[in-house]
């Protein structure tokens, strides 16, 4: 990344929020337990539905904290080029998930977690706030989204 850009507008950190989502495969999920207790691991993930679906076990602490907890904060591995994304979370059971983001995720990961073990469940990540920056000179305006509503 060349820092002598000058900071990109609403509408540029946008479409590059969007496209990260649809070519990149892993991003970090933040989740922490009813005691506050913290867990962060990087997930295969599907943008599909203006929703990040993500898929993990019910049976460790990531599932049960999205499960119970019902929101997490996203992020990308880049610390240049930062997008973080505080969503809803929905569970779904294997059997419950929709057609077409199971279908979507399978496409994009090679994985059908439907065929695999009955502990694993899909977890739909509704945004409701996005921040994406590149340095210290795009930290103004770095809210891409509030409140579930783009802001370009």
């Not at 950190?13 to 892993?26: N, Q």
């Not at 977890?123 to 930290?139: D, I, K, Y």
Request: hydrophobic share 40%; glycine share 6%.
């Amino acid at each position: 990344m060349e820092i002598t850009k000058p900071p990109r507008g609403p509408v540029e950190r946008k479409a590059d929020v969007l496209a990260r989502l649809e070519k990149e495969i892993d991003i970090w999920v933040a989740s922490a337990d009813a005691d506050g207790l913290p867990c962060m691991v990087p997930l295969w993930f599907v943008w599909h539905d203006e929703s990040v679906w993500l898929v993990t076990r019910l049976t460790n602490p990531t599932g049960r904290n999205l499960r119970d907890g019902g929101r997490t904060r996203l992020a990308f591995a880049d610390t240049r080029d930062v997008v973080l994304i505080d969503g809803d979370v929905e569970t779904y059971a294997l059997q419950e998930v929709p057609e077409a983001a199971a279908e979507a995720f399978l496409a994009k990961t090679g994985w059908d977690p439907r065929q695999d073990s009955a502990s694993y469940a899909f977890f739909r990540v509704r945004p409701h706030a996005v921040q994406a920056w590149h340095e210290q000179r795009e930290l103004p305006k770095r809210h891409v989204m509030r409140d579930g509503e783009w802001l370009a």
